[in-house]
T-cell receptor
Framework: DAGVIQSPRHEVTEMGQEVTLRCKPISGHDYLFWYRQTMMRGLELLIYFNNNVPIDDSGMPEDRFSAKMPNASFSTLKIQPSEPRDSAVYFC???????????FGAGTRLSVL | AQSVTQPDIHITVSEGASLELRCNYSYGATPYLFWYVQSPGQGLQLLLKYFSGDTLVQGIKGFEAEFKRSQSSFNLRKPSVHWSDAAEYFCAVEGGSYIPTFGRGTSLIVHP
């Protein structure tokens, strides 16, 4: 398996623009997680899905952030409008079930100018 | 609620020296415990995990960790560090929710 695949790897955009980050989990994994990593706050869980259904989105910073999982093999994290403070590395991770480990993608480094 | 503390932000060791990275957790029962490593520009990779049983856990790349319930600790060790071990190391704890909480990480610097 190719592992968790995220795209793009790097994204540079201007304040106010819409940003869409993409994730393809490992086939057969029931759980999908979105994290944000910054120097100030470390690794934060934004939202996670189980069987394509959002279970906990309490970590989503505000209404500008939204996440979807239309099917078992694809998820998006959207920021609209983007702000400079959204600059971070965003990771996607997937997991086979609740008693297994998470596998992380390589991340998307987002820079909002 | 679960939490994890990695007291050391940076650790510097010489190549060939031994290594111990500290991790303390807070959880009411026996949790699941993990150590991940993150190389620059990469995602987190699992080094080892503790679910139950033997409290000394062996992982990849020659790493091991010991679960000490009395100290609420899960320290990571390696007897001889290689330059390629330079990376960020994260300890994580999982309780009943099966959703991990990650520490802030420890940056390992290896001197030649």
């Amino acid at each position: 398996d190719a592992g968790v695949i995220q795209s793009p790897r790097h994204e540079v955009t201007e304040m106010g623009q819409e940003v869409t980050l993409r994730c393809k989990p490992i086939s057969g994994h029931d759980y999908l997680f979105w994290y944000r990593q910054t120097m100030m706050r470390g690794l934060e869980l934004l939202i996670y899905f189980n069987n394509n259904v959002p279970i906990d989105d309490s970590g989503m910073p505000e209404d500008r952030f939204s996440a979807k999982m239309p099917n078992a093999s694809f998820s998006t994290l959207k920021i609209q409008p983007s702000e400079p403070r959204d600059s971070a590395v965003y990771f996607c991770a997937s997991r086979a079930d609740s008693k297994n480990i998470q596998y992380f993608g390589a991340g998307t480094r987002l820079s909002v100018l | 609620a679960q939490s994890v503390t990695q007291p050391d932000i940076h650790i510097t060791v010489s190549e060939g020296a031994s290594l111990e990275l500290r991790c303390n957790y807070s959880y009411g029962a026996t949790p699941y415990l993990f150590w991940y490593v993150q190389s620059p520009g990469q995602g987190l990779q699992l080094l080892l995990k503790y679910f139950s049983g033997d409290t000394l856990v062996q992982g990849i790349k020659g790493f091991e960790a010991e679960f000490k319930r009395s100290q609420s600790s899960f320290n990571l060790r390696k007897p001889s560090v290689h330059w390629s071990d330079a990376a960020e190391y994260f300890c994580a704890v999982e309780g009943g929710s099966y959703i991990p909480t990650f520490g802030r990480g420890t940056s390992l610097i290896v001197h030649p």
